[in-house]
């Protein structure tokens, strides 16, 4: 149980393009997603805790018009990038959150590269 | 002073030692407390989570919580070359709307 997926796994795109990613939870339902950045061999960064129907809460210093989060449904929310550039280029990462526990299930991540 | 800190490491045991993770966390509130490990280039599972003083064990792995001197650790027994992964501790505080607090992750070689 508390199967996460991602997707796409990995993406490579044109400076000043924009990438959906879209995060799922397959057998549960998550009232809360996360979404994380990572960058080569630092620490976990939380970019934006997003709640079913509202509006997300973005943390300090993560821009909210180019990190576009949405969270349509109770298994689904998406990040869209937009007008990447290449220090955009990193490891995104959701998360969700059943509803009961503060217990968080990762997604695979998804490895962004911005030419 | 950091919300969750933890030696970075890197930790090295042989196969088959016990491997002790340790984390420290500056909040009084924290109420849920978690380990995660995460391997190099992938996303981080968890593993253990415990609420309350005292041990918690699952298989090789044991937590240890003591609350008042707001420590929280994790031992690995019987350590095998696969436990090699970055371990991240992470805090809940209630008020806190549901995001655990993560440490930066000791990293964790277990030599053959």
């Known amino acids: 149980g508390a199967v996460v997926s991602q997707h796409p796994s990995r993406v490579i795109c044109k400076s000043g393009t924009s990438v959906k990613i879209e995060c799922r939870s397959l057998?549960?339902?998550?009232?809360?997603m996360f979404w994380y950045r990572q960058f080569p061999k630092q620490s976990l960064m939380l970019m934006a805790t997003s709640n079913e129907g509202s509006k997300a809460t973005y943390e300090q210093g993560v821009e909210k018009d180019k990190f576009l989060i949405n969270h349509a449904s109770l298994t689904l929310s998406t990040l869209t990038v937009t007008s990447a550039h290449p220090e955009d280029s990193s490891f995104y990462i959701c998360?969700?959150?059943?509803?009961?526990?503060?217990?968080?299930?990762f997604g695979p991540g998804t490895r962004l590269t911005v030419t | 002073q950091k919300e969750v800190e933890q030696n970075s490491g890197p930790l090295s045991v042989p196969e088959g030692a016990i491997a002790s993770l340790n984390c420290t966390y500056s909040d009084r509130g924290s109420q849920s407390f978690f380990w995660y490990r995460q391997y190099s280039g992938k996303s981080p599972e968890l593993i253990m989570s415990?609420?309350?003083?005292g041990d918690k064990e699952d298989g090789r792995f044991t937590a240890q919580l003591n609350k008042a001197s707001q420590y929280v650790s994790l031992l690995i027994r019987d350590s095998q070359p696969s436990d090699s992964a970055t371990y991240l501790c992470a805090v809940n505080i209630k008020s806190n709307a549901g995001k655990s607090t993560f440490g930066d992750g000791t990293t964790l070689t277990v030599k053959p």
């Open positions: 415990i609420y309350s003083n």
């Open positions: 057998d549960f339902q998550a009232t809360t």
């Open positions: 998360s969700a959150r059943p509803g009961a526990t503060y217990e968080q299930y």
